[in-house]
């Protein structure tokens, strides 16, 4: 078992910035691609941003690309997600994922999944 706490969420006026971070404990994080998901009320959830497993490479959500940055430490086992020009459509419930077979943008793919942390970014 993996299990993933993200923290870092909070309240943040539109072209803010905040820091979110996803700490995993049980198994070795770094045989996992990690993942980012956000899901607002009434939609789906949908991919942000990945990164490998060295964290060597990355892939963006064309809606976030420029402004939010994927990384991991490995060392920590810990991944973030550096959100930069917020804008009130990035509001939502953020989570952090492990995929274990493949580097997938599709929820439905990732193994392990944390409780969510919520972004609310204001006008």
């Known amino acids: 078992q993996l299990q993933l706490v993200e923290s870092g969420g909070g309240l943040v006026q539109a072209g803010g910035s905040l820091r979110l971070s996803c700490a995993a404990s049980g198994r070795t994080s770094s045989t996992y691609v990690m993942g980012w998901f956000r899901q607002a009320p009434g939609k789906e959830r949908e991919f942000v941003a990945s990164?490998?497993?060295?964290?060597?490479?990355?892939r963006y959500a064309d809606s976030v690309k420029g402004r939010f940055t994927i990384s991991r430490d490995n060392v920590k086992k810990t991944v973030y997600l550096q959100m930069n020009s917020l804008k009130p459509e990035d509001t939502a419930v953020y989570y952090c994922?492990?995929?274990?077979?493949?580097?997938?943008?599709?929820?439905?793919?990732?193994?392990?999944w944390g409780q969510g942390t919520q972004v609310t970014v204001s006008a």
């Open positions: 990164i490998s497993r060295s964290g060597g490479s990355t």
């Open positions: 994922a492990a995929d274990h077979g493949g580097w997938s943008s599709f929820p439905y793919e990732y193994d392990y």
